[in-house]
Nanobody
Framework: EVQLVESGGDVVQAGRSLRLSCTASGFTFDDRSVAWFRQAPGLEREGVSC???????VYADSVKGRFTVSSDGAKNTVYLQMNSLEPEDTAVYYC??????????????????????WGQGTQVTVSS
């Protein structure tokens, strides 16, 4: 069974850090793009970062310089290191993976329809 499982969400104060994990089972992240999305109450799901199959990672402007993606192939896990957290970062964070190496067209990194596999989400709450 193909599955993505996120973990690491928590309640933290502004300025602190968290590391989220996304572990895959039933497939590997090879030749896929892996993204982190988030969704705050009442808002649309938005892309946070995308580690593309060519090795390039892109970030949303709102998290550049604060969030970093890394991966551990041996553990089949992708991480999202979040530093200098702000109350605006409060959301449910989702990990997602494509079922092919490339997007249908340019700019697909943060389009939800490009991703076939999704985790259940993990809650991040940042208090001021």
């Amino acid at each position: 069974e193909v599955q993505l499982v996120e973990s690491g969400g928590d309640v933290v104060q502004a300025g602190r850090s968290l590391r989220l994990s996304c572990t895959a089972s039933g497939f590997t992240f090879d030749d896929r793009s892996v993204a982190w999305f988030r969704q705050a109450p009442g808002l649309e799901r938005e892309g946070v970062s995308c580690m593309k199959s060519d090795g390039v990672t892109v970030y949303a402007d709102s998290v550049k310089g604060r969030f970093t993606v890394s991966s551990d192939g041996a553990k089949n896990t992708v991480y999202l290191q979040m530093n200098s957290l702000e109350p605006e970062d409060t959301a449910v964070y989702y990990c997602a993976a494509t079922d092919r190496p490339y997007f249908s067209d340019s700019g697909g990194e943060f389009r939800t329809e490009e991703y076939s596999y999704w985790g259940q989400g993990t809650q991040v709450t940042v208090s001021s």
